[in-house]
């Protein structure tokens, strides 16, 4: 089965300061990733996505992600973080059958 | 704006009322997903529904009952509801053919939030 482990489970950091989300995933197929967020009262959104090609995938919200294929990572990043940014964010891969294996998520707080 | 619209978006019942959620998406997806997300926590998937048809039931208890009456819309039906079950239940839906789906992603609504008095 394919899982995915996020890093970290707070990463607090003040505005306009750079980002990084951490994330590892476990398979041995291909690889479909996801970084998602999820603000407070709403659903989740999708920040980008993984499928093949290029290893640098930009997302929206000024997102980027790198797929590193050896270490097995697909870590989150934004150079320069608002106060809007303060949400959860999740790491998923797609498994079979429509699953999605969420990690289980980083809480990103910005502060002035 | 969600292209997934839930409905209500808050729902209070004791335990033995029945009331259902309401899912509706116009995207044209053939899939569609019931989650349950407690706080600070993932989404927990509890059913999908691929082409109207039933796929996957993830052991839920039979106090959750869906019900998907056409490609655009997905319910589900409560009753009988234990406080444990109080959370944030989220409906998604992708495009639902399954040899071309593999990466194609889960669009969210904004959730309806359940608590169970």
């Known amino acids: 089965a394919q899982s995915v482990t996020q890093l970290d489970s707070q990463v607090p950091v003040f505005e306009e300061a750079p980002v990084e989300l951490r994330c590892n995933y476990s398979?041995?197929?291909?690889?479909?990733l996801f970084w998602y967020v999820q603000y407070p009262n709403q659903g989740l959104q999708l920040l980008l996505k993984?499928?093949?090609?290029?290893?640098l995938v930009k997302g929206i919200n000024g997102f980027e992600a790198e797929f590193n294929k050896s270490q097995t990572s697909f870590h989150l990043r934004k150079p320069s973080v608002h106060i809007s940014d303060t949400a959860e964010y999740f790491c998923?891969?797609?498994?079979?059958?429509?699953?999605?294996?969420f990690g289980a998520g980083t809480t990103v707080t910005v502060r002035a | 704006d969600t292209e997934v619209t839930q409905t209500p978006k808050h729902l209070v019942m004791g335990m033995t009322n029945k009331k259902s959620l309401k899912c509706e998406q116009h995207?044209?997806?053939?899939?569609m997903y019931w989650y349950k997300q407690k706080a600070k926590k993932p989404p927990e998937l509890m059913f999908v529904?691929?082409?109207?048809?039933?796929?996957i039931n993830e052991s839920v208890p039979s106090r959750f009952s869906p019900e998907c009456p056409n490609s655009s819309l997905l319910n589900l039906h409560l009753h009988a509801l234990q406080p444990e079950d109080s959370a944030l239940y989220l409906c998604?839906?992708?495009?639902?053919?399954?040899?071309?789906?593999?990466?194609?992603?889960?669009?969210f609504g904004d959730g309806t939030r359940l608590s169970i008095l």
């Open positions: 998604a839906s992708s495009r639902g053919d399954k040899t071309v789906d593999q990466g194609q992603p889960q669009h």
């Open positions: 398979s041995s197929v291909s690889v479909y």
């Open positions: 993984y499928l093949s090609g290029s290893t």
């Open positions: 998923a891969v797609f498994s079979n059958d429509y699953k999605l294996s």
């Open positions: 995207m044209g997806h053939r899939a």
């Open positions: 529904y691929s082409y109207e048809k039933l796929s």
